[in-house]
């Protein structure tokens, strides 16, 4: 089991970038799946966490900026990031919460995470 995110960047203060994570490989079935983020010297900090059925959650910092989605379909889920700001800057983490085809319990699988710059 793979996660793959993507849509990173450089962008200035104001813009929007969209994250994508695909999860791949021997997978039987998907419950959340969610976007963490950790900037230098800080935690690694939920943004935005999708149920299968489409409930979300945010964290109070990117309310009204930020939109997850995801396609049940094709194990994608992703981060819509509008009035993007300096201090968004992080390391973009996704996770799945997931249980492989051969495996016997559900466990989180996290992504390498994809670089988001911010300038003001």
């Known amino acids: 089991v793979q996660l793959q995110a993507s849509g990173g960047g450089l962008v200035q203060a104001g813009g929007s970038l969209r994250l994508s994570c695909v999860a791949s490989?021997?997978?039987?079935?998907?419950?959340?799946m969610g976007w963490y983020r950790q900037a230098p010297g800080k935690r690694r900090e939920l943004v935005a966490v999708?149920?299968?059925?489409?409930?979300?959650n945010y964290a109070d910092s990117v309310k009204g900026r930020f939109t997850t989605s995801r396609d049940n379909a094709k194990n994608t889920v992703y981060l819509q990031m509008d009035s993007l700001k300096p201090e968004d800057t992080a390391v973009y983490f996704c996770?799945?919460?997931?249980?492989?085809?051969?495996?016997?319990?559900?466990?989180?699988?996290w992504g390498p995470g994809t670089q988001v710059t911010v300038s003001s």
């Open positions: 490989g021997s997978i039987y079935s998907i419950n959340d």
């Open positions: 996770k799945a919460y997931l249980l492989p085809r051969a495996g016997i319990r559900w466990n989180d699988y």
């Open positions: 999708i149920t299968r059925g489409g409930n979300t």
